[in-house]
């Protein structure tokens, strides 16, 4: 019974050292893989973005110019890249 406490207690300090970094520092590594060639450093180049999320999307597959990064990356990823250019947006 102690030992099956342990156990819960470490996996749960593990869950809790994983979730550690948040979404939008997630997302700057998701950004300096996948966009910063185009993009520049600190999401420069995606500084005027104005819309959602589901604009977001919509813009990684449907821009002239750009390649589909749609199929590139994961939903969740980019989710992390949105937080990341709002997060870079914040004054
Ligand atoms: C091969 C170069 C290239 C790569 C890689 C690239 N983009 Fe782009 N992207 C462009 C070009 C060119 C445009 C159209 C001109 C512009 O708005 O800068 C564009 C436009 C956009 C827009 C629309 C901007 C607006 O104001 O409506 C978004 C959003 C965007 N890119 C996000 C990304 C994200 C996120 C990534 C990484 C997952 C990425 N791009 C990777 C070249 C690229």
């Known amino acids: 019974m102690a030992i ?3 156990a819960v207690l470490l996996l749960a300090a593990t869950a809790a050292a994983a979730t550690d970094t948040d979404e939008a520092s997630r997302g ?10 185009c993009h520049g450093e600190g999401a ?3 500084a005027a ?13 449907g821009t002239a ?7 590139v990356l994961q939903e969740q990823e980019v989710a992390e ?9 914040s004054p």
């Open 28 to 37: 700057a590594a998701v950004y300096a893989n996948y966009c910063q060639n």
């Open 4 to 6: 099956k406490s342990i």
């Open 44 to 46: 420069r180049g995606l």
């Open 81 to 89: 890249v949105f937080a990341y250019l709002r997060r870079t947006q």
């Open 65 to 71: 110019g750009m390649p589909d990064m749609s199929r």
């Open 49 to 61: 973005f104005e819309g959602d999320l589901a604009t977001f999307r919509e813009r990684l597959a």
